[in-house]
């Protein structure tokens, strides 16, 4: 009895130690089939939705093509057969993948389910499918800056899919714990009907008028929320060829501009602010200003003595300059810069530019400013700095997130008086009654608004024939809600 006891258990070792033998033997056979980094499974990225819940951006599955090398029988008979589906695919570099005597290696990601049953019907020994996850970006183009984009592995790159990345979401995925039903949807500020309607009106805008660019931001000034921004050209999140292209660049954001016009809107708000300057104040606008080299003309002169409101309706250069003169230099600079138009802008897009302006004010420097030349920023700062001229003088920090009113006025910064936005919020809608604001009107609505035209700086030098153009607008003017600042280019 005692030998059939120890025969059996004899086999048994046998067996487990055959198995073992094995299980080590595969172990160093094959040391990258074991989820090395380079076959490991695209994690999962949760839903961007926008502020009613529909998606802008979702994970969906996608097969990706690998090869284990030293099960390929003949790598140049593999290739051709490939070719046939794949005709892109690159011969030589193929062929060493396939010669390298690796366990694993990735031949095409990312293939259509027609290219993997074509290939599956080939019947290649040696290569198969992973199932993989890519995005997909229901609105294409509509929101393609601030949704922004991801690479190959699925990891943000840029736009809110970058920010999100940042936000920890790269940890997770690199521990694995990314996983798809765990992970809340990211839910934007932006308003996808009124993001389409801008978008369109930015291209219809951009061709209409020749542009090399354009672009344009709706911003809730109660909240800071961004409810919609488009910058054309822009490129589709689905099929990014071009998105990497010089032009291809969030103007609003990204893109440094001498705001013209625009501007001025700071520097009368500058000058009521620092009570040196009333509505009632007046300003002599009969004679162009002479400083050094340089003469400050009026574009719509009038060429006599202006009130305050006078020179914010016929945008008056002169007017403007004595405005900041009445502050002087050190104020000017100091306000530009508490209203956040001379500050890298803070907020969860992470493409977004640093402004510029003279090392060293001067007299010259403070006078130009005054009507919109010899600082650069972008044009969503401008229209931050604008919210805060209407919303009772609160500077709130854009968001592309959710946010309540209750939260943004946790984050808010006093930056003016209430009776100086009182003022601007009066000659807004004054401008757009009898000023250059005029085609702004929309029946039903009180607008308010501001236009600027600077010339452009070409060779160092201002060109006369090239301009870019801002419009900023409030509505409705008794309570305002909204800014809406245009650009092109």
Not at 97 to 102: D, N, P, T, V, Y
Not at 153 to 164: T, V, W
Not at 264 to 284: H, I, P, W, Y
Not at 448 to 473: I, L, Q
């Amino acid at each position: 009895g005692r030998t059939r006891v120890v025969m059996t258990m004899a086999v048994f070792f046998g067996i487990y130690l055959t198995i073992t033998g094995r299980l080590v033997y595969l172990g160093f056979q094959n040391p990258d089939l074991s989820g090395g980094p380079q076959s490991r499974v695209t994690a999962s990225r949760p839903d961007i939705v926008d502020r009613n819940g529909e998606v802008l951006a979702t994970d969906i599955k996608t097969a990706s093509l690998f090869a284990e090398p030293r099960r390929i029988v003949d790598a140049d008979e593999a290739i051709e057969k490939l070719a046939t589906v794949l005709p892109e695919i690159d011969y030589e570099q193929t062929y060493h993948k396939l010669k390298s005597g690796a366990g694993f290696v990735w031949l095409q990601r990312q293939l259509t389910p027609k290219q993997q049953s074509e290939i599956l019907q080939l019947g290649i020994p040696g290569i198969g499918f992973r199932t993989e996850k890519r995005r997909f970006y229901p609105a294409g183009e509509t929101s393609s800056y601030i949704v922004g984009l991801t690479n190959i592995d699925n990891q943000g790159i840029s736009g809110m899919e970058k920010y999100i990345d940042e936000q920890g979401l790269s940890d997770l995925q690199a521990s694995g714990l990314a996983v798809a039903k765990d992970l809340k949807p990211v839910q934007l500020s932006i308003d996808l009907r009124v993001q389409h309607i801008v978008r369109d009106e930015v291209a219809t805008g951009m061709e209409k008028y020749r542009a090399i660019a354009a672009g344009a931001v709706v911003l809730n000034v109660k909240t800071g929320e961004v409810v919609a921004m488009a910058s054309v050209p822009d490129f589709d999140p689905n099929n990014p060829y071009n998105a990497h292209d010089k032009d291809r660049l969030n103007r609003m954001s990204a893109g440094l501009y001498e705001m013209g016009s625009t501007l001025k809107s700071f520097t009368t708000a500058m000058a009521l602010d620092s009570g040196k300057v009333t509505l009632e104040s007046r300003f002599d606008a009969t004679r162009p200003i002479r400083i050094g080299r340089q003469t400050i003309h009026d574009f719509h002169g009038k060429s006599r003595v202006l009130s305050v409101p006078e020179v914010f309706i016929y945008s008056s250069n002169i007017g403007s300059a004595k405005e900041a003169e009445a502050v002087g230099i050190e104020g000017h600079r100091e306000f530009l810069h508490r209203l956040g138009i001379l500050e890298r802008m803070q907020t969860e897009l992470p493409e977004v530019a640093r402004p510029t302006e003279p090392k060293v004010w001067k007299q010259v420097h403070s006078i130009t400013i005054a009507f919109g030349h010899g600082v650069s920023t972008t044009p969503l700062q401008t229209a931050v700095g604008c919210a805060a001229l209407m919303n009772g003088g609160y500077l709130i920090q854009p968001t592309f997130l959710r946010r309540a009113q209750e939260q943004a006025m946790s984050v808010a910064k006093k930056v003016v008086s209430d009776k100086t936005s009182e003022s601007m919020r009066y000659l807004y809608a004054l401008n757009a009654e009898k000023g250059s604001g005029r085609n702004a009107r929309v029946p039903g609505y009180r607008v308010g608004g501001k236009t600027g035209t600077a010339e452009k700086v070409v060779n160092g030098r201002y060109s006369k024939d090239k301009n870019f153009n801002a419009f900023v607008a409030a509505f409705p003017m008794d309570d305002p809600q909204y800014i809406v600042l245009t650009i092109a280019d």
